[in-house]
T-cell receptor, first 114, second 114 residues
Framework: AQTVTQSQPEMSVQEAETVTLSCTYDTSESDYYLFWYKQPPSRQMILVIR??????QNATENRFSVNFQKAAKSFSLKISDSQLGDAAMYFCAYNQGGSEKLVFGKGTKLTVNP | GAGVSQSPRYKVTKRGQDVALRCDPI?????LYWYRQALGQGPEFLTY????????KSGLPNDRFSAERPEGSISTLTIQRTEQRDSAMYRC????????????FGPGTRLLVL
């Protein structure tokens, strides 16, 4: 079974600085998708960014970008110019192509200090 | 609607009672998913519908849990004879179609079983 590991239970960053959240996953499949979801204190679950495994180019969404290292099975999220509103739990998730379920890591709690 | 909606947002019940949790997906989305999120954990897959057909219920923990989506839109997750260990956040998500891997989550229903 696929597993997703987020080794950093908590991280902190100064406002306007850059922070990187780590995620590794275990799979023997070649067709899959990776996601980062944000869960703010409101407990909503908001999609941040998505990466297709077949794409070599790293996905970018405004201040959010990923470093996708397929051989290392690593999928880290970089947040640039951190803002107070970025404070949240961040979950890494894996979807195997052809499957409908997402497999989530345990999350990383990000604190943004003013 | 603009997003996935769930009701109730909070539910407190006594052990042994039945509860029904409702999910209204994004208009036009044919695939619907249920997840359960324990405190301090990422969401875990419960079940999945494509239109009205329940395609995968492998994540339902036992036969006290059931779900339906009779008209291919609104879905209900029912827990019979609730137990304290059922206390969690129950999340619904939808996607445009089967095979569209990006899932959009609702705000969740927080269930507390006393």
């Amino acid at each position: 079974a696929q597993t997703v590991t987020q080794s950093q239970p908590e991280m902190s960053v100064q406002e306007a600085e850059t922070v990187t959240l780590s995620c590794t996953y275990d799979t023997s499949e070649s067709d899959y998708y990776l996601f980062w979801y944000k869960q703010p204190p409101s407990r909503q679950m908001i999609l941040v960014i998505r990466q297709e495994a077949y794409k070599q180019q790293n996905a970018t969404e405004n201040r959010f970008s990923v470093n996708f290292q397929k051989a290392a099975k690593s999928f880290s999220l970089k947040i640039s110019d951190s803002q107070l509103g970025d404070a949240a739990m961040y979950f890494c998730a894996y979807n195997q192509g052809g499957s409908e379920k997402l497999v989530f890591g345990k999350g990383t709690k990000l604190t943004v200090n003013p | 609607g603009a997003g996935v909606s769930q009701s109730p947002r909070y539910k407190v019940t006594k052990r042994g009672q039945d509860v029904a949790l409702r999910c209204d997906p994004i208009s036009g989305h044919v695939s619907l998913y249920w997840y359960r999120q324990a405190l301090g954990q990422g969401p875990e897959f419960l079940t999945y519908f494509n239109y009205e057909a329940q395609q995968d219920k492998s994540g339902l923990p036992n036969d006290r849990f059931s779900a339906e989506r009779p008209e291919g839109s609104i879905s209900t997750l029912t827990i019979q004879r609730t137990e304290q260990r059922d206390s969690a956040m129950y999340r619904c998500a939808s996607s445009f179609r089967s095979g569209e891997v990006t899932q959009y989550f609702g705000p969740g229903t927080r269930l507390l079983v006393l």
